[in-house]
């Protein structure tokens, strides 16, 4: 039972470590910028005033999202790295326990029944009691000559 408590714990580490590459690895995620210009100037000074306002707006919206991308990629780093570490914990706890384990069974383990390399087979049951006329070839069942042509046998 214990056995299989370790190796769940095993696997929940292996889970722990992917889910933590995963966050490293998805951790580069994409920029947001805004390339707004703002040196576009109209006739009148409204329009461009308020062109101006738009694409500082663009261009702050922008940075701000690069701002929150930033902290959502440090902290998928920091997640990242903190479930492979405990991951890489879990397992290698895993799997010294369940060497121990292991190693606690082997000790237990009861000693292999005496199993005969070689097992005789059951002696051929012997022939009937019989011996064939050196003579003749008939079979006589005992007796000190054969019952069909009287040799000797
Ligand atoms: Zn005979």
Redesign the pocket.
């Known amino acids: 039972m214990k056995k299989v408590f370790t190796i769940i714990t095993i696997v929940i580490g292996a889970i722990a470590i992917i889910c933590g590459i995963i966050c490293l690895a998805s951790s580069d995620i994409n920029a947001y910028t805004s390339s707004a210009d703002t040196s576009i100037s109209f006739g009148a000074d409204y329009y461009t005033e308020s062109y101006k306002a738009m694409a500082k707006a663009a261009n702050n919206a922008a940075d701000a999202a690069e701002a929150v991308a930033d902290f959502g990629a440090a902290m998928l780093s920091a997640f990242g790295m903190f479930f492979f570490l405990s991951g890489a914990l879990v397992t290698l706890k895993g799997v010294k326990e369940l060497l121990v384990v292991l190693a606690d069974e082997k000790a237990n383990a009861p000693a292999p029944a005496f199993a005969p390399a070689y097992a005789p087979e059951a002696a051929p049951a012997p022939e009937a009691a019989g011996v064939f006329?050196g003579?003749?070839?008939?079979k006589?069942e005992g007796g000190e000559f054969?019952a069909?042509?009287?040799?000797k046998l």
């Open positions: 006329c003579n003749c070839g008939a006589n054969c069909n042509c009287g040799n």
